[in-house]
């Protein structure tokens, strides 16, 4: 007798580095259904308090079960090095989600070796992974966007959650460690809002077909959370879905819309209309949007909808909080090295009415050979964390920088009405004797490294004739002195 087929599609959630395996906990912790969990990562230790059905311990030869030490190289090499293992627990599956905390070690480098090898199984591959929140360092950030960047090229869809944006929906007394958890919790909804719509029988069910039109290479996507009760809950879940602080962009432009409303036995379907037609209203006008509603007598008389917009050829950006040290205007022109001139065999020197003079240029080092590239994304962000531009570390460098560069020779001053291009004037003055002497504007500060300053011509100074000392006063005899009355 052959063996009964199976029709249902196979879902694995793969939680990879210490953030990873954190989400999938609390995804088993609330009993997420019709999912398989594997839990990878190089900290044997954190592997071990992971409730997953498969634990996959990578780099035991590389970083003997201690952690990649925030290193994202370390991280890929382990998974590369485990990467037979990884095919094997990911095989059969026609949906693999990719989970991770972007910023660390083994997370950022060994999540794109994941969905890579997800993706050359055949299976709809789809990254849920969180950037830093601020406070965690530039470092980590840097390594995020590096890795960000590497797993968008080997997923089908990506949604990035920021964490930041975490703290414009919670209460300003959270603590840290909920902090974490409430990103966790948004791991989560990311899941099961995909999962749900396959796995649970709802008042509008869809099958992974529905789902995969959207989300096959789909490329970056947003979600957008939102809960409500009481009058219009369906309504308001949806405009905070649609407003989500979650969202990085706008929903404008999305070519493929993933809705799902979830609500207890008493949802109603001109409710879900109402939803479903304000979330269409927010969308491109052609968007292939599909929609299913899901009965969940656990959340009483919530209401709670998951808006997933994907397919866009360009997202326009929100603009970026303004950051003290940072600066709104273009960026100032490097300053001069002075190299063109150096080619030349010296630079010129010199001040209005005066000869120039050529003094030799001093031997330049040769350049550095730039053929040697990074050997991967990762080793190259650590490279650009490490280098602070001048501008941003320390002003004073860039101005002891345009100091230091030589500045072009002044050029003569042009001469003013009534006066000879040697400087001297023709005009007549109403006094007696000759013209004062007057001095010619000089460049100031041109061969100190500033910029050129022509100080102002003096004006004609009038000649005075010179006092007359006090005669002393002459006695009458020889042994006294004739002294004044107002001195008596």
């Given amino acids: 007798m052959a063996a009964p087929q199976n029709y249902l599609a196979v879902i694995k959630v793969v939680g990879i580095g210490g953030g990873g395996v954190n989400a999938v906990n609390r995804m088993i912790e609330v009993g997420l259904k019709g999912v398989e969990f594997i839990a990878i990562n190089t900290d044997a230790q954190a592997l071990l308090m992971s409730d997953a059905d498969v634990k996959l311990d990578v780099g035991r030869e590389l970083t003997r079960g201690l952690g990649a030490g925030a290193d994202p190289e ?47 199984l055949g299976a709809l591959t789809i990254g849920v992974v969180t950037r830093p929140f601020t406070f965690e360092g530039r470092r980590r950030a840097t390594q995020a966007e590096a890795g960000i960047d590497a797993l968008r090229n080997e997923v089908d869809t990506l ?27 948004v791991l989560l909804s990311g899941v099961q809002g995909i999962t749900d719509l396959i796995t649970t029988p709802g008042l509008i069910n869809l099958d992974f077909a529905d789902v995969k039109t959207v989300m096959s290479h789909a490329g970056s ?32 432009g999305a070519q493929g819309v993933l809705l799902n409303i979830s609500g ?9 209309n109402a939803a479903a037609e304000l979330v269409a209203d927010a969308a491109h006008p052609e968007a292939n949007i599909i929609f299913g509603a899901v009965i969940d007598d656990a959340l009483g008389d ?26 709104r205007g273009p960026a100032s022109p490097p300053a001069s090295t002075g190299n063109s001139t150096a080619a030349q065999g010296g630079t010129a020197s010199g001040t209005s009415g005066s000869t120039s003079t050529v003094t ?42 345009a100091r230091s560069s030589p500045q072009p020779a002044a050029q003569p001053r042009a001469a003013a009405p009534g006066q000879t291009a040697g400087g001297a004037d023709n005009r007549d003055y109403n006094h007696d004797g000759p013209a004062p002497s007057r001095r010619e504007g000089t460049d100031a500060g041109a061969d100190q490294g500033h910029p050129p300053y022509k100080e102002p011509r003096e004006a004609p100074r009038p000649s005075y004739a010179a006092p007359r ?3 002393r006063p002459v006695a009458d005899d020889d042994d006294e002195l004739d002294v004044p009355d107002f001195l008596k």
């Fill in 221 to 252: 996507a947003l979600m957008g959370i939102g809960r409500a009760r009481g009058d219009d809950r369906a309504i308001v879940a949806a405009e905070q879905a649609i407003a989500s602080p979650l969202l990085e962009a706008s929903m404008d």
């Fill in 469 to 471: 000392r006090p005669v």
């Fill in 74 to 120: 370390v991280g890929r090499q382990a998974a590369e090095d485990h990467r037979e293992e990884i095919e094997e627990v990911l095989k059969g599956a026609d949906m693999v989600f990719v989970t991770a905390g972007e910023g660390g070690g083994t997370g950022t480098g060994g999540a794109p070796v994941v969905a890579n090898v997800a993706r050359s």
């Fill in 159 to 185: 949604i990035v959650i920021p964490n930041d944006r975490l703290l414009a929906m919670t209460d300003r007394d959270i603590s840290v460690l909920d902090a974490f958890r409430s990103a966790d919790q």
């Fill in 302 to 327: 919530e209401v709670r909808v998951t808006v997933i917009a994907a397919g866009f050829d360009t997202i326009p950006q929100r603009p970026k909080a303004f950051l003290p040290g940072t600066r």
């Fill in 360 to 401: 030799p240029a001093a031997a330049t080092p040769p350049a550095a050979s730039a053929t040697t590239a990074p050997a991967s994304p990762f080793a190259a962000a650590a490279a650009q964390s490490r280098s602070v531009p001048a501008t941003a570390a320390a002003p004073h460098s860039a101005v002891s920088a």
């Fill in 264 to 272: 207890g036995s008493d949802l109603g379907l001109f409710e879900i």
